[in-house]
Nanobody, 127 residues
Framework: QVQLEESGGGLVQAGGSLRLSCAAS????????MAWFRQVPGKEREFLAG????????DVADSVKARFIIDRDNTKNTLCLQMNSLKPEDTAIYYC????????????????????WGQGTQVTVSS
C-alpha cells in the first residue's frame, strides 16, 4: 500500500507561484513512475506532468509546459510541482499519482495507468 499526501495548495494571485509537494509513505516509490494531474468539477482529470521509472525522463503537458516543472527528491520520497505565472484557469484540485505495477521507462499519461492517488490539494488563482 502507498499513501500519497499533497500539500502546498492555496489561494494565489494571477502571476504568482506555488510549489506543490506529494509525500509518499507506506513503501518507497522514489523510483516509480509518478505524475501530477488536476481536475475541475465537471471535467476530466487532466495530465500535467510525469516522471518515468528511475527519473530518467520527465514530461509536462503542452498547456503548462512553459510554466510548470516536475521534480522528485528520491531521498525524501517526495514529488514536487513548481507552478509559475499562475493563471485563473489553473484553478483546480491537484492530485499526485504513483504507479507500482510493472513499468517500462516511459511516461504514463492516463489516469488508469496509475495505482495510487492522493486526496488532492486545492489551488485557486484569483484574477
Amino acid at each position: 500500500q502507498v499513501q500519497l499526501e499533497e500539500s502546498g495548495g492555496g489561494l494565489v494571485q494571477a502571476g504568482g507561484s506555488l510549489r506543490l509537494s506529494c509525500a509518499a509513505s507506506g513503501r518507497t516509490v522514489g523510483r516509480n513512475p509518478m505524475a501530477w494531474f488536476r481536475q475541475v468539477p465537471g471535467k476530466e482529470r487532466e495530465f500535467l506532468a510525469g516522471i518515468s521509472w528511475g527519473g530518467g525522463s520527465t514530461d509536462v503537458a503542452d498547456s503548462v509546459k512553459a510554466r510548470f516543472i516536475i521534480d522528485r527528491d528520491n531521498t525524501k520520497n517526495t514529488l514536487c510541482l513548481q507552478m509559475n505565472s499562475l493563471k485563473p484557469e489553473d484553478t483546480a484540485i491537484y492530485y499526485c499519482a504513483a504507479r507500482v505495477r510493472m513499468s517500462s521507462s516511459q511516461i504514463y499519461y492516463n489516469r488508469g495507468e496509475y495505482d495510487y492517488w492522493g486526496q488532492g490539494t486545492q489551488v485557486t488563482v484569483s484574477s
